[in-house]
């Protein structure tokens, strides 16, 4: 019974060439589920610039906002000029020439409110 054992344990045993391909194996296993987590990574950075939700990130259209300076340049006298232009607004029919121009004096002047806070030290938006 002893030889049926010592030829058992011979046959489990791995042999020195099936052992190193055995590592082999497990290392090459290894490296390529590292490289596809790498890719996958990469993937999902790259998708990460250039898309935020989904969609394409923002770009530039349009002319830059041209700051009108003939309004007050006290920020105070602009919060108040635009409660009244606000007031004025919504008083006026939809759609009216006096609405299309009180919303036009409002981009104006948020646009200089936005200026003068660009401007402080340190900038307040």
Do not use: C, F, W, Y
């Amino acid at each position: 019974m002893a030889k049926q054992d010592k030829d058992r344990s011979q046959a489990r045993a791995p042999r020195a060439g099936g052992l190193t391909n055995v590592v082999k194996s497990a290392v090459e296993t290894v490296a390529t589920a590292v490289e596809g987590a790498a890719a996958q990574m990469t993937k999902a950075t790259k998708r990460q610039e250039t898309h935020s939700g989904g969609h394409k990130p923002a770009k530039a259209h349009g002319q830059p906002a041209k700051v009108d300076t003939s309004l007050p340049a006290s920020r105070a006298e602009l919060l108040d000029r635009h409660a009244v232009t606000r007031k004025r607004r919504n008083a006026a029919p939809l759609g009216s020439d006096e609405h299309r121009a009180a919303v036009d004096e409002i981009g104006r002047i948020e646009i200089r409110i936005a200026a003068i806070e660009r401007a402080m030290t340190p900038p307040k938006g």
